[in-house]
């Protein structure tokens, strides 16, 4: 017979393993860049990793938090990116001062390679990139999907430097 006065002890539940793909973007990175055509960098920004840790130092969700001049308009957010085991994606939602709603993106980091996108109204994007050997930099470019307004979706190179 179980004393019910007992406490019982609660079950936590445990990060899926997938969480581990991300792993190796946790830190913080110096952004630059330029649009395609462009001669010279005038992207510039910082973004930092980190995972959404709690007492018992695991984590359901990766935070991004990140500042950016993208030739002279400047880009505050802050995101978090969880796995859903169900789909066996990456999904995220980020808020920043572009827009008066939180934004779907959805991940992927496999092994070397990155994929980003986005797919509401009216961004219709995708960033595909590399990670480097050391995984101290990454690099890639953001492409519009085809028949996406090229205005809202311009296409744009970038290097990502681990400087933290």
């Keep these: 017979m179980t004393d019910s006065t007992q406490p019982q002890a609660q079950q936590s539940p445990t990060p899926d ?3 581990a793909r991300l792993a190796d973007l946790v830190g913080t990175w110096t952004i630059k860049g330029r649009p395609l055509g462009a001669d010279e960098d005038n992207i510039r920004g910082e973004t930092t990793f980190a995972w959404l840790e709690g007492e018992q130092e695991t984590s359901f969700f990766l935070t991004q938090d ?9 880009i505050r957010s802050h995101e978090l990116i969880g796995y859903d085991p169900k789909a066996g994606t990456f999904a995220s939602l980020v808020f920043s001062n ?5 934004w779907p993106y959805e991940w992927d ?6 994929t980003i996108s986005i797919h509401k109204a009216p961004m219709d994007a995708t960033f595909t990139g590399k990670f480097a050997p050391d995984r101290q930099s990454f690099s890639g470019g953001w492409r519009p999907a085809p028949g996406a307004d090229k205005a809202v979706n311009a296409p744009y190179d970038l290097v990502a430097t681990r400087s933290g």
């Design 109 to 114: 980091v496999d092994g070397d390679d990155i």
């Design 17 to 19: 393993p997938a969480l």
């Design 66 to 74: 990140m500042e950016m001049d993208y030739d002279g308009q400047k």
């Design 98 to 102: 572009m827009a008066p709603d939180p």
